[in-house]
């Protein structure tokens, strides 16, 4: 048809010029409305009245299922569905019921078929309403929520009209009140609303505090939980939105359900080319979270489709970072499983038309708009010895590709199934030569594992449609893809790519530099598992993307450490105190209890002698006002001891700096409280501690609006400082890497695996308290 014509036609539907215009930019629409007036002609003549016009459209625009588009078109030509309402009910029973034929009597009765609601129904329900509601309507009058008197004439009469009800709202409350007053159009009161963002602005901080996001108080169990996501039951997949079903669907979901007995089925499928990063650890908790709290299994399979890419040692820290989250994989499986079973269903996709041998460039793939493949309707049996001569070896890379028929959401046309690469694979060595894609792969595996739920994130919503094109392509059973928002973090970079140019650089060591935010990073920084996952659980599953301040998972990373990290003592920028009147003859032992707040949990022993060392900034000699730790006349004491010390003279070396303190002690119990206590360590261990800022210095680094130089220049170098003899007490002198402490008054600190015998490294984790700067 003529695109002047369609537009004639579009229009007569009760489109504007410009709308027509735009529908017949999209072809499944323009070709669906196209048909669905057509046929709506041949019942009602040439001319179509505006609101039959609307509902056709509406109908071409969400339909999923063109086999139902003339069932549906004549109970909309024939008046027996005249509302949106109606509408809505049919598009839900259709999707709801794929098979044939289609129960009309239940039909009609679900979706309100000829039921027509007269003025004197609502008439009637409307009275009824606000004489539920009379005297508080008097009281409050216009003021009163109108919103209510709809919404219970609305379940009394499911099929009326909306704008119908609403008039008639509004007659009838006139006529009880009469016209509005002056008070009516005042405002109300805001003494609740002030009340109310008062409460605001505490939960606001609560949010800066706590790191928790607004709103958000439930647990990621409770979060994935049964109904919570709106996600379907196992073997309802075509009551899923969106979800395409062919003659075969039905049959295919009762074979399911008979091999997982109705179980949720979810899997994580990384790919085994990088580190897996805090974005992954948010996947990790959706898709092992959501099979954990509905009683399912979740699968670890890598998606090792790319040998160029793939090392061994990505296959073993994501092995570890998903038991270190807490997670145990149902099975761990691999692409690499199924080479065979995808080889032979490539061919039978060959067999039945819908793929074909290519010869195109991948150069020549690339844009927007590449050029339709010359070799798209070669004969089947021509790409069948094509593909058979791939699979020999007899092409070289990029000289071919087996390509499928279909557009994507995207716009991009017959994606690649399967290219040439000679690279020995880590697992199947030189058994292959071609490989399989991510579009060719991804849904294939999920069908053959019987996922229920393939939980991908939003970039690979494109990729929806070549998901469920594929598997009813070869008659296979199809998951159900549901997409959510990837969780991003500023001030960070985690793309492979560029982790890669920092390493190469030498601004970070490697992939678990404790600067960045892979999983492994934050482990070796010190991070707990239970807070990452705390932190997920405050981000929520949510569908649009989320970048997230660094300052709220480490706010999560204090709660637990609080509970978990033992007390110790340590000093960073030591200066030597000697007690001249010290109460023995040899050390103390004093008894320091591991968490101050529960002596429950036990005690730890630190010696205490005449030579003590503190921090310099815990002495000045001329304080300025406010200072309250030691300083002339001005004793401080020292936690755990008892004693309070009293400077008695400050020995200074030759370039006139401060060097020794020489003080007298007491007991402190025998005379004024000191303004401050003070920590301190004695016959300590010489250790290495690393303390980090962030990697870079503004929010978005990636952008080149933000860092016109690229996220290279955009380096922080005061990123880390190593203090090479910090002074720590005994008591952690068998700490192995990655334990956890709280050096009191400075922070939480882990120990590095580069620690060895007699020579502890620790990294700082977070500070005691969130610095009011990164806030």
Known sequence: ????????????????????????????????????????????????????????????????????????????????????????AALDYVRSHPLDPIDTVDFEKECGVDILVTPEQIEEAVEASINNHRSQLLEERYHFNMGLLMGETRAMLKWADGKMIKHE??????????????ADLEKKSKVSKARSEETDRRAAK?????????????????????????????????????????????NLLKQHLEITGGQVRTRFPPEPNGILHIGHAKAINFNFGYAKANNGICFLRFDDTNPEKEEAKFFTAIRDMVAWLGYTPYKVTYASDYFDQLYAWAVELIHRGQAYVCHQRGEELKGHNPLPSPWRDRPIEESLLLFEAMRKGKFAEGEATLRMKLVMEDGKMDPVAYRVKYTPHHRTGDTWCIYPTYDYTHCLCDSIEHITHSLCTKEFQARRSSYFWLCNALDVYCPVQW?????????????KRKILQLV????????????????????????PAEAINNFCARVGVTVAQTTMEPHLLEACVREVLNDTAPRAMAVLDPLQVIITNFPAAKPLDVQVPNFPAD?????????????????????????????????????????????VIELQQAVKGPSGCVETLEVTCRRADAGEKPKAFIHWVSQPLTCE??????????????DAAEVPGGFLSDLNPASLRVVEAALVDCSVALAKPFDKFQFERLGYFSVDPDSCQGQLVFNQTVTLKEDPGKV
Request: a positive charge; hydrophobic letters at 35%; aromatic letters at 8%.
């Open 169 to 182: 709202v509004d007659m009838q409350v006139l006529h009880l009140l009469g016209p509005k007053t002056e």
């Open 483 to 495: 997409e959510y928002g990837r969780l991003n973090l500023h001030y960070a970079v985690v793309s």
């Open 599 to 643: 002596e429950t949990k036990g005690f730890h022993q630190v010696p205490f002698g005449p030579i003590i060392f503190i921090e310099k900034t815990d002495f000045k000699e001329k304080p300025e006002p406010g200072y309250k730790r030691l300083a002339w006349s001005q004793p401080v004491g020292l936690r755990h001891t008892g004693y």
């Open 206 to 250: 609560d949010v800066v505090e706590n790191g928790e996001a607004a709103g958000q108080s439930l647990s990621l169990m409770e979060q994935l939980r049964g109904e919570a996501l709106k996600f379907h039951m196992p073997g309802e997949n075509y009551k899923t939105p969106g979800y395409v079903t062919t003659p075969h669907t039905m």
């Open 689 to 702: 501690i690393r303390l980090y800022e962030r990697l870079f210095r503004h929010k978005n680094p990636e």
């Open 504 to 527: 190469a650089a030498g601004a970070v060591r490697d992939w678990d530099d404790p600067r960045l935010f892979t999983l492994t990073a934050l482990r070796r920084r010190g991070f």
């Open 1 to 88: 048809m003529a695109e002047v014509d369609a537009v004639s036609l579009f229009t007569g539907l009760g489109l504007s010029e410009h709308k027509a215009r735009e529908t017949l930019k999209n072809t499944v629409l323009s070709a669906q409305l196209r048909e669905a007036a057509t046929q709506a002609q041949q019942i009602l003549g040439p001319t179509i009245d505006r609101a039959t016009g609307t509902l056709l459209y509406g109908l071409a625009s969400r339909l999923k299922d063109p086999r139902r588009l003339s069932f549906l078109v004549s109970y909309i030509a024939r008046k027996k569905i005249r509302t949106e309402l109606q509408l809505s």
